[in-house]
């Protein structure tokens, strides 16, 4: 019997888009079933076979979950929908370490009394922060993936996939405040370098994952940016810009469009 992808956690997506399943205990979110009325069910075809095929023999693999917002067409007429849908991913790590051990989770920022660009900036200094939390506290674990035999005569690949115990029964969920609700929503798996390339020095992960951009600031001179593939995000990035070269607000939108294509490239080179 197939792998069911919809066992596996997204990480990140928020709770509210979620949805009971009727006769039963569970909630699932509405993408696990459709995205339009006339579209079949999300595919993802044998997740267990693709893993093996690519994986060495005596690895490890790890699956888990996010969404992704994506504008797609009406497959009757089509027209692209007005609104992004948002799409599942499952992701797989193959290495020869243990699982990923905790989440990243960005704080909201609290209410500000003040207004204006300085409250949009003071709110992206907030929302930059992050802690790092064991993947229990957030209701998570790795649960083994059971194999066929054939499969594990192919090949012999440990798997594990992430799971969250409120994907099965919100009823504490009901009870969080939405601060707490907000963390599940800000969080992403945090993949320890050593983890994804065990086999490299740091000085290695560092030259290949670490960008260098210059942002020109007109006669004021240039801003040397640093962007970190495996956890920096571009808006923490630019507003950590904003701050620390002493920038208004009005460089933001440039300071976006200078990173966007290095990261772009950069990343359809891994």
Not at 48 to 74: N, R
Not at 81 to 86: A, E, F, G, N, T
Not at 125 to 138: C, D, H, W
Request: aromatic share 8%.
């Amino acid at each position: 019997m197939a792998f069911d992808w919809r066992e596996v956690y997204l990480v990140g997506t928020e709770w509210y888009l979620f949805e009971a399943i009727e006769h039963g205990d569970s909630v699932r979110h509405e993408i696990y079933h459709k995205v339009l009325n006339r579209r079949p069910p999300w595919d993802f075809g044998d997740i267990i076979g693709g893993v093996l095929q690519h994986a060495q023999d005596g690895l490890k693999a790890y699956l888990w979950g996010g969404t992704e917002g994506q504008c797609l067409t009406d497959p009757a007429t089509g027209a692209l929908l007005p609104d992004p849908v948002m799409v599942p991913v499952v992701f797989a790590l193959v290495t020869s370490q243990g699982p990923p051990e905790v989440f990243g989770v960005q704080r909201k920022g609290g209410k500000s009394s003040s207004s204006g660009a300085g409250a949009a900036e003071a709110a992206g200094e907030e929302q930059e922060e992050e802690e790092f939390v064991p993947l229990s506290e957030l209701g998570c674990e790795w649960h083994e993936l059971s194999q066929t035999p054939e499969q594990k005569a192919t090949k012999h690949v440990e798997m594990r996939y992430l799971q969250c115990k409120h994907a099965k029964d919100s009823s504490e969920l009901e009870r969080m405040t939405q601060e707490s609700l907000a963390r599940f929503a800000y969080s992403s798996l945090y993949l320890e370098p050593e983890k994804v390339y065990p086999t490299r020095s740091v000085d290695e992960d560092d030259n290949d994952n670490i960008l260098t951009v210059i942002y020109s600031m007109g006669s004021s001179g240039a801003a040397q940016i640093e962007f970190d593939l495996r956890k920096d995000t571009v808006e923490r990035v630019v507003r950590r810009t904003l701050r620390e070269e002493e920038l208004d607000e009005s460089h933001a939108a440039q300071i976006r469009q200078a990173l966007e294509g290095p990261i772009a490239r950069a990343q359809k080179r891994k």
